[in-house]
């Protein structure tokens, strides 16, 4: 009897034994992951030698092929370009709600070009004059334009981006957190419009006075006036 009551009296040892060291598996666990946070802070805001190899990031280009969409034949004479900076002060505000809830307020520094053009695609017959001897030459052009503004993702940058609680937790949820278009639509406007106050289509204008001069010079003419309508 007393040989039965020790055959049960084992497994149980070894159960109470194999329970130990599975009520010790969470804990090793938690220290692990807490000496991997600390590693990893450590790695950010103190210089290791050798850590950072450890906890760096490796960045990978996946993207496809670029495809051409379409091709258009350019008729138009770019004669000046302006470079233009702003800085766009964004806040979207909610009604009955505090910043700290809902809103959104970014500090955005942009940097892009205008260009100016005189489309030459236009001119005909009647837009060109020539004297029998082919001395003088007149053409009327149409007036310089300027083309859409070309922000410069280079040196344009984002200074600061203060969110409420529930912008961030929809950034959780999002496709594409953080959505810069608007900003991006809203520094395109001022440049364009710094564009339209400068004397961009008047130097455009001159810049293409002076090629076609030199142009049509080149080829005999020794008068050339260039008039815009």
């Given at each position: 009897?007393?040989?039965e009551?020790?055959?049960?009296?084992?497994?149980?040892?070894?159960?109470?034994?194999?329970?130990?060291?599975?009520?010790?598996?969470?804990?090793?666990?938690?220290?692990?992951?807490?000496?991997?946070?600390?590693?990893?802070?450590?790695?950010?805001?103190?210089?290791?030698?050798?850590?950072?190899?450890?906890?760096?990031?490796?960045?990978?280009?996946?993207?496809?092929?670029?495809?051409?969409?379409?091709?258009?034949?350019?008729?138009?004479?770019?004669?000046?370009v302006?470079?233009?900076?702003?800085?766009?002060?964004?806040?979207?505000?909610?009604?009955?709600?505090?910043?700290?809830?809902r809103?959104?307020?970014?500090?955005?520094?942009?940097?892009?070009n205008?260009?100016?053009?005189?489309?030459l695609?236009?001119?005909?017959?009647?837009?060109?004059?020539?004297?029998?001897?082919?001395?003088?030459?007149?053409?009327?052009?149409?007036?310089?334009?300027?083309?859409?503004?070309?922000?410069?993702?280079?040196?344009?940058?984002?200074?600061?981006?203060?969110?409420?609680l529930?912008?961030?937790?929809?950034?959780?949820?999002?496709?594409?957190?953080?959505?810069?278009?608007?900003?991006?639509?809203?520094?395109?406007?001022?440049?364009?419009?710094?564009?339209?106050?400068?004397?961009?289509?008047?130097?455009?204008?001159?810049?293409?006075?002076?090629?076609?001069?030199?142009?049509?010079?080149?080829?005999?003419?020794?008068?050339?006036?260039?008039?815009?309508?």
């Open positions: 009897m007393r040989e009551e020790e055959t049960e009296r084992r497994p149980s040892r070894r159960t109470a034994r194999l329970g130990g060291r599975l009520r010790g598996v969470p804990g090793c666990a938690a220290v692990l992951l807490l000496l991997a946070v600390i590693l990893v802070l450590l790695g950010r805001f103190v210089q290791i030698p050798g850590l950072g190899d450890v906890f760096g990031t490796d960045t990978k280009d996946r993207s496809g092929p670029a495809l051409l969409q379409s091709i258009q034949d350019m008729h138009r004479y770019e004669g000046a302006g470079t233009f900076q702003v800085v766009v002060d964004l806040e979207k505000d909610a009604r009955f709600l505090p910043s700290s809830i809103g959104t307020r970014t500090l955005y520094v942009a940097s892009g205008v260009r100016a053009y005189v489309d695609g236009g001119i005909g017959q009647d837009s060109v004059r020539v004297n029998e001897d082919r001395t003088t030459a007149t053409l009327r052009l149409p007036h310089a334009r300027l083309a859409e503004p070309a922000l410069d993702p280079k040196r344009s940058y984002a200074v600061s981006k203060q969110r409420g529930l912008d961030r937790l929809g950034d959780l949820f999002s496709d594409n957190p953080a959505d810069e278009r608007a900003v991006h639509q809203l520094a395109a406007d001022h440049i364009g419009d710094a564009a339209k106050e400068s004397d961009l289509t008047a130097r455009a204008e001159r810049n293409t006075t002076s090629m076609l001069q030199g142009l049509l010079r080149a080829l005999g003419f020794q008068q050339v006036t260039v008039t815009y309508v």
